[in-house]
């Protein structure tokens, strides 16, 4: 009965369609995408610090006309807002990435590609004409990465996203519980042919995406990784997983052109700072020095306009764009899109700004 929920009633907001995913999708693939570390602490302490923070809106403002475009790194995007880079979308639709690609495109969304895509990057440029940058771990191999750096800037990528909050796994107990694991026929076509072997492997009471980083990511990445990934690329780089200040001025001073804030949606450091606790202090820090971006469970319109209010120029939302996409594909990614989207407008004009810009720390309750 509950099946077809999504076919038999409208889904209004982003949580539902949480809840319409986890009826489609099979355990071990929901959790994969649902989870978060050790107990979750997180998952839940990022929402609630979201919730926490009260707006005090501005009233008698003419808020008729309105426009939420942005200029980020060169490229407008209509909207302050991009889908967060996320591993193995096939899991959770035929289509992969070049649904959740297509889906941004159509909403003016900008789009992150993760490393671990179950698509090329060639073939995700290819399906859309929007913003595209490439999510990059640093691998043992160094000439692994360098060749991936290299593919993604001739493919067309106009931004490289370093994600430094996993130099190992977080301990994720569902996928251990669920032996989590990725069936050998779904692509993985940008980390070469070797090193995926690893994750197709079912073990008992373990992650083969555990097992895959342990061998091929490297724990000793560091400051200096940042330096010689500059000097491959003209691609801007903007670092991923920053939750302190002191790390995002050291970022831009050592090349960085913009840093996001982020704990990795919760997937960790369990019991980490929210990231709508440590936005603020990272923006005052950084002084408009580069840009600055945030994620970690946004899943409101009021949401984004805190973000902004604290400091940020734009969020990734992450896990709400999978839940679109299991549900009906690249219509139903669009569609979680075009709902916050529009819950944005809506929480932006109430708050009194015209724009995204107007959205400033004054908004928020002290
Ligand atoms: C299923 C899943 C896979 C992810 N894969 C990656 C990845 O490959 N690279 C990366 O930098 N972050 C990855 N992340 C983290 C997201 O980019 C993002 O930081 C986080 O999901 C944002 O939080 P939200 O899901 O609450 O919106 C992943 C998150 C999820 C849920």
Same mark, same amino acid.
């Given at each position: 009965?509950?099946?077809?929920?999504?076919?038999?009633?409208?889904?209004?907001?982003?949580?539902?369609?949480?809840?319409?995913?986890?009826?489609?999708?099979?355990?071990?693939?929901?959790?994969?995408?649902?989870?978060?570390?050790?107990?979750?602490?997180?998952?839940?302490?990022?929402?609630?610090?979201?919730?926490?923070?009260?707006?005090?809106?501005?009233?008698?403002?003419? =808020?008729?006309?309105?426009?939420?475009?942005? $200029?980020?790194?060169?490229?407008?995007?209509?909207?302050? =807002?991009?889908?967060?880079?996320?591993?193995?979308?096939?899991?959770?639709?035929?289509?992969?990435?070049?649904?959740?690609?297509?889906?941004?495109?159509?909403?003016?969304?900008?789009?992150?590609?993760?490393?671990?895509?179950?698509?090329?990057?060639?073939?995700?440029?290819?399906?859309?004409?929007?913003?595209?940058?490439?999510?990059?771990?640093?691998?043992?191999?160094?000439?692994?990465?360098?060749?991936?750096?290299?593919?993604?800037?001739?493919?067309?990528?106009?931004?490289?996203?370093?994600?430094?909050?996993?130099?190992?796994?977080?301990?994720?107990?569902?996928?251990?519980?669920?032996?989590?694991?990725?069936?050998?026929?779904?692509?993985?076509?940008?980390?070469?042919?070797?090193?995926?072997?690893?994750?197709?492997?079912?073990?008992?009471?373990?992650?083969?995406?555990?097992?895959?980083?342990?061998?091929?990511?490297?724990?000793?990445?560091?400051?200096?990784?940042?330096?010689?990934?500059?000097?491959?690329?003209?691609?801007?780089?903007?670092?991923?997983?920053?939750?302190?200040?002191?790390?995002?001025?050291?970022?831009?001073?050592?090349?960085?052109?913009?840093?996001?804030?982020?704990?990795?949606?919760?997937?960790?450091?369990?019991?980490?700072?929210?990231?709508?606790?440590?936005?603020?202090?990272?923006?005052?820090?950084?002084?408009?020095?580069?840009?600055?971006? =945030?994620?970690?469970?946004?899943?409101?319109?009021?949401?984004?306009?805190?973000?902004?209010?604290?400091?940020?120029?734009?969020?990734?939302?992450?896990?709400?764009?999978?839940?679109?996409?299991?549900?009906?594909?690249?219509?139903?990614?669009?569609?979680?899109?075009?709902?916050?989207?529009? $819950?944005?407008?809506?929480?932006?004009?109430?708050?009194?700004?015209?724009?995204?810009?107007?959205?400033?720390?004054?908004?928020?309750?002290?």
């Amino acid at each position: 009965m509950t099946q077809d929920r999504a076919a038999v009633m409208p889904l209004v907001n982003l949580h539902q369609y949480e809840s319409a995913a986890a009826e489609r999708l099979p355990r071990m693939v929901f959790d994969y995408y649902a989870g978060g570390a050790g107990d979750e602490l997180l998952l839940r302490t990022s929402r609630a610090a979201w919730d926490g923070i009260a707006i005090r809106y501005r009233v008698l403002r003419d =808020v008729s006309r309105r426009s939420h475009r942005i $200029e980020l790194l060169g490229h407008a995007l209509d909207w302050p =807002v991009l889908v967060a880079p996320m591993a193995f979308q096939q899991l959770a639709h035929a289509d992969g990435e070049l649904a959740t690609a297509r889906a941004a495109d159509a909403t003016g969304t900008g789009f992150i590609l993760s490393t671990l895509a179950t698509r090329s990057i060639e073939s995700v440029r290819a399906a859309t004409g929007g913003p595209l940058w490439f999510q990059l771990y640093i691998y043992r191999d160094r000439g692994l990465t360098e060749a991936l750096v290299r593919r993604a800037e001739q493919a067309g990528c106009t931004a490289l996203v370093l994600t430094v909050d996993a130099p190992m796994l977080g301990r994720r107990e569902r996928d251990l519980l669920n032996g989590f694991h990725v069936p050998a026929e779904t692509p993985i076509p940008n980390v070469g042919a070797a090193p995926r072997d690893v994750l197709a492997e079912r073990v008992e009471t373990a992650s083969s995406l555990a097992a895959f980083t342990e061998r091929h990511w490297d724990a000793s990445i560091s400051w200096a990784d940042l330096d010689w990934l500059g000097s491959l690329t003209r691609m801007p780089i903007l670092v991923k997983g920053i939750v302190r200040g002191d790390d995002a001025v050291r970022a831009l001073q050592h090349g960085a052109s913009g840093v996001i804030v982020s704990n990795h949606g919760g997937r960790q450091l369990d019991t980490a700072i929210p990231t709508a606790r440590a936005l603020g202090d990272v923006a005052d820090a950084m002084a408009g020095g580069g840009a600055l971006l =945030v994620d970690g469970g946004i899943r409101r319109g009021t949401d984004v306009v805190k973000a902004l209010a604290l400091g940020a120029q734009a969020v990734l939302l992450g896990r709400p764009v999978l839940w679109g996409l299991a549900v009906d594909g690249a219509a139903g990614a669009q569609r979680v899109l075009q709902l916050l989207k529009e $819950e944005c407008d809506l929480a932006l004009a109430l708050a009194g700004c015209r724009t995204p810009a107007e959205a400033t720390r004054d908004l928020l309750a002290p």
